[in-house]
C-alpha cells in the first residue's frame, strides 16, 4: 500500500532562511504528489502539485523518483508562511483519493 | 461563499449514539470525499462519492456509512459512537474524479464522543 511519510513534526526557522520540508513516499509506480497547507483558522488548501510544476508563494516541489521524494523548498521563509503543510500522494488507478502525510508545522520566527 | 460548506461546525454526543454529519460542496463539483483527522493517526481517507455514487473507500469502519444525494450533497453517518471517534471530520470537493483534479476542503466537524 502506498505511504507518505513527513520525519518532522515540527520546523522552526527565522525569517529570510531557507525552508526544506520533507516528504518521502513509498509507491512502485508513478503518483501524482501534492502539497497542502493549512494556515491558522483557515482551510485547507492546495498548494502546489508536482505535474504542474509551479512555483507557488515562492515555493517549490521536484519529485526525485530515485529518492521517492517529494521535498518542499522556498529559499527565503517570510512570517506569513508559518502554517501546517501536509505532503499528499494520489494514485492514477484509484480516483482521486489522496494518501496524506502526518503534516509538518512550520514555525518562521522574526 | 461558494466553497465547502460543512455542518454542523461541533457536535458533542455520548457513547453509542448516532450521528450525522453533511456536507455541501462547492458548485459545480461532482466528487465528494470525506476524511478523518485524528491526533494519532493523521489525516484518514474515509470514502469518495462522484456524482451519487461510491468511487472509493479507504479506511471506513463499518459502523460509519455516507451516501450523495442527486443535489450532490453528501452527508457521513457515525453510529454506535466509540470515544475513539472523536476527530476532525472533513469533507472535499472536486470537480472530477481525476486524479489531478484538486481537492477543496470544508472547515471540517469537530466530533466529541464522552
Known amino acids: 500500500a502506498q505511504r507518505v511519510t513527513q520525519p518532522e513534526k515540527l520546523l522552526s526557522v527565522f525569517k529570510g532562511a531557507p525552508v526544506e520540508l520533507k516528504c518521502n513516499y513509498s509507491y512502485s509506480g508513478s503518483p501524482e504528489l501534492f502539497w497542502y497547507v493549512q494556515y491558522s483558522r483557515q482551510r485547507l488548501q492546495l498548494l502546489l502539485r508536482?505535474?504542474s510544476r509551479e512555483s507557488i508563494k515562492g515555493f517549490t516541489a521536484d519529485l526525485n523518483k530515485g529518492e521517492t521524494s517529494f521535498h518542499l523548498k522556498k529559499p527565503f521563509a517570510q512570517e506569513e508562511d508559518s502554517a501546517m503543510y501536509y505532503c499528499?500522494?494520489?494514485?492514477?488507478?484509484?480516483?482521486?483519493?489522496?494518501?496524506f502525510g502526518g503534516g509538518t508545522r512550520l514555525m518562521v520566527k522574526p | 461563499d461558494s466553497g465547502v460548506t460543512q455542518t454542523p461546525k461541533h457536535l458533542i454526543t455520548a457513547t453509542g449514539q448516532r450521528v450525522t454529519l453533511r456536507c455541501s460542496p462547492r458548485?459545480?463539483?461532482?466528487?465528494v470525499y470525506w476524511y478523518q483527522q485524528s491526533l494519532d493517526q493523521g489525516l484518514q481517507f474515509l470514502i469518495q462519492?462522484?456524482?451519487?455514487?461510491?468511487?472509493a473507500k479507504g479506511n471506513i469502519l463499518e459502523r460509519f456509512s455516507a451516501q450523495q444525494f442527486p443535489d450532490l450533497h453528501s452527508e457521513l453517518n457515525l453510529s454506535s459512537l466509540e470515544l475513539g471517534d472523536s476527530a476532525l471530520y472533513f469533507c472535499a470537493s472536486s470537480v472530477s474524479d481525476s486524479y489531478n483534479s484538486p481537492l477543496h476542503f470544508g472547515n471540517g466537524t469537530r466530533l466529541t464522543v464522552t
Open positions: 508536482h505535474i
Open positions: 462519492y462522484y456524482n451519487g455514487e461510491e468511487r
Open positions: 499528499a500522494l494520489s494514485l492514477n488507478n484509484a480516483g482521486n483519493m489522496l494518501t
Open positions: 458548485s459545480g463539483d461532482l466528487s
